[in-house]
């Protein structure tokens, strides 16, 4: 199988793997259980990753995502008192209306995107090396590059003033 | 010639304008000085113009001051216009304004109002001097309407009194009527001839349809009727005795009412084209003559019984106008303005001497205690009823004469019994008031006196003209000095030539039988038996109830015209204001609130709620922008 | 359909069912994990163009990259204010925070 060609049994498998996940995330009731349906779905995208021929992308994915992130939102879950959700599949009235907004939206989007002129249809197989990314990062992205880091710094000192007791310096 | 003729209705302007400015202030003392001098000034200058216009070959001045409205094609001049006519109506105007003047200074002494009083009279000398003299159709009307206001200023002088002022605004509503259809009759005139000026007008008179003249006339006669108080808009000039006497004398008597028969006679080349407009000037002249005299037997008021006599006596010169005895008309005018103006100050004194007494059922017995009053009331009654020879006898016998040679017997017959009628009423009023025992009471007759000198003055001077008018210019009949005098006036007016014997003479006789025997009636009624009134009254009880109720027409009016209007005012009220205006108001300010109301629970600070419509808002979006605009 | 429509469909499909999530669950921290996949799905679509569009083939997996940081710079400070919230309201049920009503 070509690096990154379209391969349709390996695709369902992994569609099937991500929505079967997203699903679970919205629907248990349980917010623990919906954070382990989020960490498979995350496991799930990288898998999608490498079928596109990313790999880097599939290892910050799993770095970043799983490993970080999800722990956090974990860590965000013991520190705050959980009630269980109330009754069923449909949790408040919300849902009534939002649940067929999403559905028509699916449908709207997925029409149009499909059907749009602007697209090629290419089923080749573009995506670049390791080298061409890393290379691309400190020339043509350096800037966004220096940028995100200084978001990211200040985004951790944010979250220890926020997250500080007020009785602590 | 012409500043003498501006100066005329000038003086009495000024004179209005000073004595309100100057009349509470440093003229404390005697405010009515200024407008003293002001009428007399007028009376003089008036004398002059008439002189002038009498003399050698009778002239007519027609001069324009300055352009009053200039707006698109429509140019109106103010201008005088000074013929005969004019000539005779200043002579009435002024001598009998001059008159009341003096007159008021001691029947007005001791009013607060006193130099208010004098500064309206003047304005009323200057607004009829304006009618009279206006050489357009407009500036006639200027005058009408100020006529019409100053009269209605001094009917409410007494403006504390209720009823003073009811009666002031009824004159000037009743008026305004007149004046609408009046109006109406300007419009049409312009319209027809393009211009309101006299003399374009009568020029043009031929070459315009006799339909169109016959509205204008008709529209011009509806003023008139307001005006001189006929029938049906006659319901003002009873109530505007509320006034002070010698208002009553002036404008109700001797001036103002004048104004509708004056307009009548000056539109003569307009009217005249009219057969219509004549006859119905005529009709309404007719029955308005024989219906207010019957009102007249019954009142008990002395100043309401001259009031329908006045009524009864225009009606009689319209009479005459519409029977096409123009000249008759005016000569009776003139003649009326005198005698009638004499009654009414000779009643003034009465009541005055009376101590403001004006029910003749507790009168009698004056003759002796106020002799020139007497004399000079008598004198004045005889020439209202036409008795030989005095002023009244001539005038009313040469309608009547018009009237039988015009072929109208019916109307004729009607005035005779009107004249029977007026004998009747008016020496019941002077048996009533003059002869027999007082019935007054005792603290009443203590103060019994006649009045002081500047009263009895102008009585006398009226009497004068009120006994030898007729014989001085009526005589001999339809050819005598104010016939030829006013020739150039109604040109064209065929008289029949007066006959001493024969019909003429026969319908002299006529009449003066009906008055002699009128007169006899009251005196035996009223006089010889006075049980005999209250017994014929009470075998026809209905027709002394209507005569007495002025034949109901004030409760006529209620009930067709006042009703009706007020219902709509209260209906306009309580529906259109209240429900319609209010409730489109307050509707417009409850659907805002409604959509508050509604838009209100958008806001439910969950930022869920805003999340929802944000996406909401994107689905809808891309629909539209890739569906509906075809991106 | 060609490979690029089949993983935009995947893409959208994971976003929508992120959608649902933000929009229906009560639990804020529950929202803030659906707004990751919604994330994630555009992370899918933007690595599809880099692989099967010749023109994003580089800038596709650069976006990529940066949308992961910056998404995890967000939850971190994002769950540091609920947790902040938290100790104030005793709460994370997202009903209960309608100051801004009205």
Known sequence: MPHGDFHPVLFVIVAVWVLVCGLGVVAFRNIVHSAMAMVLCFLGVAAAYVLLAAGLLAVIQILIYVGAISVVVLFAIMLTEQHHAPLGFFFNRQAIFALPLAVAMFVVLTVVLVTSKMLPNGSQAHNVSLAAIASGLFNGYVFPFELVSFVLLAAMIGAIVLARREDQP | ?631 | MSPVDWYLTLAVGLFCIGAYGVLARRNVILIVMSLELMLNAVNIALAAFADFIPGAAGRGTFFVLFIITLAAAEVTVGLAIIVANYRNRRSVQADEFSEMKG
């Open chain 2, 1 to 631: 010639m012409h500043t003498i003729i501006a100066l005329i209705p000038l003086l009495p302007l000024a004179g209005f304008v000073a004595t309100l400015l100057l009349g509470n202030g440093p003229l404390k003392r005697r405010p009515e000085l200024i407008s003293l001098v002001a009428v007399t000034g007028s009376w003089v200058l008036s004398m002059i113009v008439v002189a002038h216009v009498f003399g050698a070959h009778t002239k007519t001045i027609d001069f324009n001051l300055f352009t009053w409205v200039s707006a698109g094609s429509f140019h109106v001049q103010w201008g005088y216009l000074v013929d005969s006519l004019a000539a005779v109506m200043l002579i009435v105007v002024s001598t009998i304004g001059m008159l009341v003047h003096y007159y008021s200074i001691g029947y007005m002494r001791g009013d607060g109002g006193y130099y208010r009083f004098f500064a309206y009279l003047n304005l009323f000398m200057f607004a009829m001097f304006t009618l009279i003299l206006a050489n357009n159709y407009l500036l006639v009307f200027l005058g009408w309407e100020g006529v019409g206001l100053c009269s209605y200023l001094l009917i409410s002088f007494w403006f504390q009194k209720k009823s003073a002022s009811q009666a002031g605004k009824k004159a000037f509503l009743v008026n305004r009527v007149g004046d609408w259809g009046f109006t109406l009759g300007l419009f049409l005139m312009f319209t027809t001839f393009g211009s309101l000026q006299f003399g374009k007008v009568f020029a043009a008179v031929p070459h315009v349809s006799p339909g169109l003249v016959t509205w204008i006339s008709l529209l011009l006669f509806v003023g008139a009727v307001g005006k001189s108080a006929q029938f049906p808009l006659h319901v003002w000039l009873p109530d505007a005795m509320e006034g002070p006497t010698p208002v009553s004398a002036l404008i109700h008597a001797a001036t103002m009412v004048n104004a509708g028969v004056y307009i009548i006679a000056r539109s003569y080349p307009l009217v005249s084209h009219s057969h219509t407009a004549m006859l119905v000037v005529m009709c309404v002249g007719t029955f308005t003559a024989i219906y207010a005299a019957c009102i007249a037997l019954t009142q008990n008021d002395i100043k309401k019984v001259i009031a329908y006599s006045t009524i009864s006596s225009l009606g009689f010169m319209f009479m005459a106008l519409g029977a096409g005895a123009w000249v008759a008309a005016i000569f009776y005018l003139f003649a009326h303005g005198f005698f009638k103006g004499l009654l009414f100050l000779g009643s003034g004194s009465v009541i005055h001497s009376m101590s403001g007494e004006q029910d003749m059922r507790r009168m009698g017995g004056l003759r002796k205690k106020l002799p020139i009053t007497f004399w000079t009331m008598l004198i004045g009654a005889l020439a209202n009823v036409g008795l030989f020879p005095f002023a009244g006898f001539w005038a009313k016998d040469e309608i009547l004469g018009g009237d039988f040679a015009a072929h109208y017997y019916v109307i004729w017959a009607i005035g005779i019994i009107t004249a029977f009628v007026t004998a009747l009423f008016m020496f019941r009023l002077m048996f009533l008031t003059f002869w027999g025992e007082s019935r007054a009471s005792a603290e009443v007759q203590d103060h019994i006196h006649e009045s002081p000198r500047v009263m009895t003055v102008p009585l006398v001077i009226l009497a004068v003209p009120a006994a030898v008018l007729g014989l001085v210019i009526g005589l001999p009949p339809d050819t005598g000095w104010l016939h030829t005098f006013l020739q150039p006036v109604f040109f064209g007016v065929e008289n029949e030539h007066f006959a001493w014997a024969g019909s003429g003479g026969a319908l002299m006789a006529v009449s003066l039988v009906v008055v002699v025997l009128g007169i006899s009636t009251a005196y035996v009624a009223y006089l010889r038996r006075p049980e005999v009134p209250a017994r014929a009254a009470a075998r026809v009880p209905w027709a002394y109830e209507a005569s007495y109720h002025k034949f109901y027409m004030d409760e006529v009016y209620d009930a067709a015209v006042i009703r009706p209007v007020m219902g709509f005012a209260m209906w306009l009220w309580t529906f259109v204001d209240v429900k319609v205006i209010d409730g489109a108001v307050n509707g417009l300010a409850w659907v805002w609130g409604a959509f508050g109301r509604a838009l209100r629970p958008l806001q439910t600070g969950r930022a869920q709620s805003y999340a929802f419509g944000v996406f909401g808002g994107l689905f809808v979006l891309i629909i539209v922008i890739r569906y509906v605009w075809g991106a």
